[in-house]
């Protein structure tokens, strides 16, 4: 079992920036890529981006490239989105997930997830 723990979310104003943590425990944190979501009300969860193992790769979703950083630290069972120049669309909660091994940009592929934390970006 891995368990995830989200921190760092908040209300902030358009062009303002966040920074959120997703703690692990409960196994060899290296051993799993992580991935960034995130659910609007009324809305799917979509991909916002992952991480390898590593943190040698990265991938993000159109709508936060350019903008969004996602980074880990492997001696910390940390993995952080850095968020910049946000906006008001970007409200959700946002959720991390973690996989064994292999990056995915399906939240599907998924097997843990964290409560999430909630993302408000006011106009």
């Known amino acids: 079992q891995v368990q995830l723990v989200e921190s760092g979310g908040g209300l902030v104003q358009a062009g303002g920036s966040l920074r959120l943590s997703c703690a692990a425990s409960g196994r060899t944190f290296s051993n799993y890529a992580m991935g960034w979501f995130r659910q609007a009300p009324g809305k799917e969860r979509e991909f916002v981006a992952t991480i390898s193992l590593s943190g040698s790769s990265t991938t993000y979703a159109d709508s ?60």
């Not at 843990?112 to 006011?122: C, F, K, L, P």
């Open 64 to 123: 936060v490239k350019g903008r969004f950083t996602i980074s880990r630290d492997n001696a910390k069972n940390t993995v952080y989105l850095q968020m910049n120049s946000l906006k008001p669309e970007d409200t959700a909660v946002y959720y991390c997930a973690a996989r064994e091994f292999v990056r995915s940009s399906r939240y599907r592929d998924y097997g843990y997830w964290g409560q999430g934390t909630q993302v408000t970006v006011s106009s």
